[in-house]
């Protein structure tokens, strides 16, 4: 009987903690991040998978909290890795197995609870698929103007066994950039929780050759740290073409 092909055994980087710079360039895409930490221990969560059909599948996710004890909230997602059967893997299937196997082991307690946003695109075809657990929608820039883009952001992981995320399709082209980023970045000093401040700086930066870099800037124009609020993250992907992946 063939055994499953789960996340374990896909090519993939992981970031939970300090990070800025590259985590994936070729022909088709571009991929960088910043992962600052309020504390030593981090609460946010990066990870760029390969998939074995090529797509690559793109996680961001942000316990409640931050510190110590988010960083050990975040740990409840790891049995994803044996839940998953990526050969049939779409975004909301992907949400709703971890979220089952969160409360199945029983990581979770006290109302504690983890947001998370994926994505699965076709480098080659530029199909992209979207979806969210309770975690802030991305935006996506296309000619240095905003794409209208709505989706519903379905249950944090840990609450139900279905997340009742949807699944939003887009067709990125060349040129195009999507940014996700966790609520760190709205919580900052110079954003004072306010979501709409926090989109404008990230349209800021994604217009920029090298946005992680340029959105530190933004948040942290006094050089002394203290916009830090929160486990701050965000990743940004610049579609280039439709090309294979080497």
């Excluded at 499953?4 to 992981?14: A, G, I």
């Excluded at 199945?104 to 075809?125: E, H």
């Excluded at 002394?224 to 929160?230: A, V």
């Amino acid at each position: 009987m063939k055994s499953k092909y789960t996340l374990r055994n896909v090519p993939r980087t992981e970031i939970a903690g300090w990070y800025r710079g590259p985590i994936m360039t070729n022909s088709a895409v571009h991929i960088e991040a910043l992962c600052e930490p309020l504390e030593g221990a981090c609460g946010d969560y990066v990870g760029v998978f390969q998939l074995r059909d090529k797509r690559l599948a793109i996680v961001i996710a942000d316990a409640c909290g931050h510190g110590q004890k988010a960083s050990a909230i975040l740990r409840a997602v790891e049995p994803m890795e044996d839940e998953v059967d990526v050969d049939r893997v779409d975004p909301s299937r992907l949400l709703s197995s971890v979220s089952t196997a969160m409360i199945r082991q029983g990581t979770l307690r006290d109302g504690k609870f983890i947001t998370a946003a994926i994505m699965i695109i076709d480098p080659r075809s530029g199909i992209a698929e979207v979806a969210l657990a309770g975690h802030p929608p991305p935006i996506i820039l296309r000619n240095k103007k905003l794409i209208d883009f709505r989706i519903e952001p379905g249950f944090p992981l840990g609450i139900l066994p279905d997340v009742q995320a949807d699944n939003v399709s887009i067709h990125l082209i060349t040129g195009d950039t999507i940014a996700f980023y966790s609520d760190g970045v709205a919580d900052a000093t110079c954003n004072m929780g306010d979501f709409n401040k926090a989109r404008a700086m990230l349209v800021d930066a994604a217009e920029s050759p090298t946005p992680a870099a340029h959105l530190i800037n933004l948040l942290d124009q006094r050089r002394d740290h203290s916009w830090l609020q929160d486990d701050t993250t965000a990743v940004f992907l610049k579609y280039k073409n439709d090309a294979m992946l080497e």
